[in-house]
């Protein structure tokens, strides 16, 4: 299950990923409008992992996000569900690797030997309990981008496992690219919030329905 936003539109989208099918839905999303029902982005993405849990009641077992939600409380929040996580950090957030032993570091600056480059490390995040701790995997993007990847999970033992799992995220942004050239998403000339709100459920509904004529016709839904 991923969180993620559509840029430019102001949607929350939550998508459900099929590992084994990788086959791709989308679940639950929410219109970021914090003028008219005062939540935050990070309460929208709250709201529907607790839709998902104790209302859909959908078998999920982990959560992807974006750097941008990160959070301490959505992180803490997450667990205390029983789902695990896993999620890259800004460059700049601040964890320990010593065990207390030397100060907080920027994430990108740490030291990686050769068997915590293949399996990860143990690391605390600064402001997290005292006794909190996440393993960290240095999960290689492309040829010019590393991220720092943390989870829950302290069993997973490989960064492969870690950079597998991410790219599972990426049929998010493969949801908001046909969405956006397919379904006319975020092209409502109206002004209205009413109307701007239907034109993207029938947006949504739009990408629901070819999904399904494509998976019938064997074919993918962009070129």
């Known amino acids: 299950m991923r969180k993620s936003y559509i840029k430019g539109i102001g949607v929350v989208t939550c998508v459900h990923v099929n590992p084994g099918t990788q086959e791709h839905w989308v679940i639950d999303y929410r219109i970021d409008d914090p003028q008219g029902d005062g939540k935050s982005k990070l309460d929208h993405v709250q709201d529907m992992v607790t839709n998902v849990v104790h209302h859909k009641g959908l078998a999920c077992r982990t959560v992807l996000m974006d750097t941008w939600y990160a959070t301490k409380e959505l992180m803490l929040f997450i667990e205390s569900l029983g789902k695990i996580y896993d999620c890259p950090l800004k460059s700049n957030r601040l964890v320990d690797d010593s065990g207390g032993a030397l100060a907080y570091r920027h994430v990108d600056s740490l030291s990686w030997n050769e068997r915590e480059a293949a399996h990860?490390?143990?690391?605390?995040?600064?402001?997290?309990?005292?006794?909190?701790?996440?393993?960290?995997?240095?999960?290689?993007?492309?040829?010019?981008?590393?991220?720092?990847?943390?989870?829950?999970?302290?069993?997973?033992?490989?960064t492969r496992g870690a950079q597998q799992a991410c790219a599972l995220g990426w049929k998010i942004e493969q949801f908001h690219r046909e969405a956006k050239q397919l379904t006319g998403i975020e092209r409502c000339q109206c002004r209205k919030a009413r109307i701007e709100r239907n034109h993207i459920a029938c947006a949504i509904l739009v990408w629901v329905r070819l999904a399904a004529v494509a998976k019938q016709a064997g074919e993918t839904m962009t070129a």
């Open 120 to 158: 990860g490390k143990i690391v605390k995040i600064r402001g997290f309990p005292k006794e909190h701790k996440v393993k960290l995997f240095r999960v290689a993007v492309s040829a010019h981008r590393t991220d720092s990847v943390v989870t829950n999970d302290l069993s997973q033992d490989l």
